[in-house]
């Protein structure tokens, strides 16, 4: 298999798909690679390879938006890694291209959609609805019947109370305690969350 994004964040990764030991990390591909090799893994410019339509990938990028547009651009197979030192409930569902960080929790009956990351130490809890694309940050503790939109980001060490809705392409900022719903496009921050500001998610 290979990764997209040779990141901080794709060594977290590589240790993620080691430790599950089901696949083995051909390369790492970027567009602009600032060395040869990340642990001792060939990183090669995009541009060096031709074809990924029928190969196995996870995309190494924190990014939301980047995430989203090198997933739409290389067509690839997509698959998950779900660290072993996780607990992911049974009666969860998680899907293609997310990862799953060591010491996360899913609890039952939430949903986790395509290309999110669940960092190190973070919750969810049960009856969550996660769409694509999401990120949430580690030690992030989300509660039960909480939506979080697509491309929403959840700044580490961030509250999220029970049956909560949080937009589509919105921030919640670090350490931040959220008790009412926040629309699409909203930067959020404080105890209790405030918004500072809107987004453009084409910037």
């Known amino acids: 298999m290979y990764l997209f994004?040779?990141?901080g964040h794709c060594k977290v990764v590589i240790?993620?798909?080691?430790?599950?030991?089901?696949?083995?990390?051909?390369s790492v591909i970027d567009h602009k690679p600032k060395s040869d090799f990340i642990f001792d893994i060939p990183i090669f410019n995009f541009n060096q390879v031709e074809n990924f339509?029928?190969?196995q990938f996870i995309v190494s990028i924190g990014d939301n938006k980047k995430r989203k547009k090198v997933v739409e651009l290389i067509k690839a197979v997509f698959v998950k890694a779900i660290h072993p030192k996780s607990i992911v409930s049974k009666y969860s569902e998680i899907l293609e291209g997310t990862v799953i960080m060591a010491g996360a929790i899913i609890n039952a009956n939430?949903?986790?959609g395509k290309h999110c990351i669940i960092n190190t130490?973070?919750?969810?809890?049960h009856d969550c609805v996660i769409e694509d694309f999401?990120?949430?940050?580690?030690?992030?503790?989300?509660?039960?019947?909480?939506w979080l939109g697509?491309?929403?980001?959840?700044?580490?060490?961030?509250?999220?109370?029970?049956?909560?809705?949080?937009?589509?392409?919105?921030?919640?900022?670090?350490?931040?305690?959220?008790?009412?719903?926040?629309?699409?496009n909203a930067v959020v921050v404080g105890i209790p969350g405030k918004i500072i500001k809107f987004i453009n998610i084409n910037d």
Do not use: Q
Not at 15 to 26: F, L, M, P
Not at 138 to 143: L, M, W
């Open 121 to 125: 130490g973070a919750i969810v809890e």
């Open 5 to 7: 994004g040779a990141s």
């Open 110 to 112: 939430s949903k986790i």
């Open 150 to 184: 697509e491309g929403s980001h959840i700044g580490m060490g961030a509250t999220i109370i029970h049956g909560i809705n949080i937009g589509k392409w919105a921030v919640v900022g670090a350490g931040a305690v959220i008790i009412e719903n926040v629309p699409d």
């Open 134 to 146: 999401v990120h949430v940050s580690p030690n992030a503790s989300v509660a039960g019947n909480v």
């Open 15 to 26: 240790d993620i798909v080691e430790a599950v030991k089901e696949h083995t990390i051909d």
């Open 53 to 55: 339509r029928e190969k």
